[in-house]
Nanobody, 121 residues
Framework: QVQLAESGGGWVQTGGSLTLSCEAS???????MGWFRQAPGKEREFVAV????????HYTDSVKGRFTISRDNDQNTLSLQMNSLKPEDTAIYYC???????????????WGRGTQVIVSS
């Protein structure tokens, strides 16, 4: 059972930046890895995903050009660089793995506990 631990969340003003990190307890280089988020009162939504090798990425439209997903398979880590943050980016951000490259959260087996991001206007 792979365990995932997110870090890097916090409070930032509109237009600011944050970098989220996710550390896996064991090798995840055979899986795609991704980020989802859930705002209060809303369903969990896809943010970004990266292929097992790191060669392919996909983003939800609302974060394209602002967020960058990356991974280091030697360190078993995943990152999400978030720039030009907006209040609508406020959510709990979850790291996930153990699935294919998918924007559908049930397809992933492993989840972290989440890290809170708050963007104030």
């Amino acid at each position: 059972q792979v365990q995932l631990a997110e870090s890097g969340g916090g409070w930032v003003q509109t237009g600011g930046s944050l970098t989220l990190s996710c550390e896996a307890s064991e090798r995840t280089s055979m899986y795609a890895m991704g980020w989802f988020r859930q705002a209060p009162g809303k369903e969990r939504e896809f943010v970004a995903v990266i292929s097992a090798t790191g060669s392919t990425t996909h983003y939800t439209d609302s974060v394209k050009g602002r967020f960058t997903i990356s991974r280091d398979n030697d360190q078993n880590t995943l990152s999400l660089q978030m720039n030009s943050l907006k209040p609508e980016d406020t959510a709990i951000y979850y790291c996930t793995s153990g699935g294919p490259m998918s924007a559908t959260w049930p397809e992933y087996d492993y989840w972290g506990r989440g890290t809170q991001v708050i963007v104030s206007s």
